[in-house]
């Protein structure tokens, strides 16, 4: 059976971090994601990465900010997020797959989200 387990969400101070991380098992996958949705809102793309070049992708508003990278293990990835901001305030799932995609429906696996609140 496959699962995505994510942890390292919380509470944190504007300004400060957290690094979130997705660990994947019963399979291996090329590609994961991160995604998040505030209360409200639609889910939005957060950060893409392909796991045999490395390369990334981010929305924009967390370029400089956030870092997706690989583990040793080749079902781990993390999430790097610095100089948190009140509107980064989310549910974070991460996302499995086999493209290099920042839409959500290229994904096949998601896990169930890490609470991310960021207070002013």
């Known amino acids: 059976q496959v699962q995505l387990v994510e942890s390292g969400g919380g509470l944190v101070q504007a300004g400060g971090s957290l690094r979130l991380s997705c660990t994947a098992s019963g399979r291996t996958f090329g590609n994961y994601a991160w995604f998040r949705q505030a209360p409200g809102k639609e889910r939005e793309f957060v950060a893409t990465?392909?796991?045999?070049?490395?390369?990334?992708d981010y929305v924009d508003s967390v370029k400089g900010r956030f870092t997706l990278s690989r583990g040793n293990a080749k079902n781990t990835v993390y999430l790097q997020m610095n100089s948190l901001k009140p509107e980064d305030t989310a549910v974070y799932s991460c996302?499995?797959?086999?493209?290099?995609?920042?839409?959500?429906?290229?994904?096949?696996?998601w896990g169930q989200g890490t609470q991310v609140t960021v207070s002013s």
């Open positions: 996302a499995a797959g086999f493209v290099f995609s920042t839409r959500g429906q290229d994904y096949y696996y």
């Open positions: 990465i392909t796991w045999t070049s490395g390369s990334t």
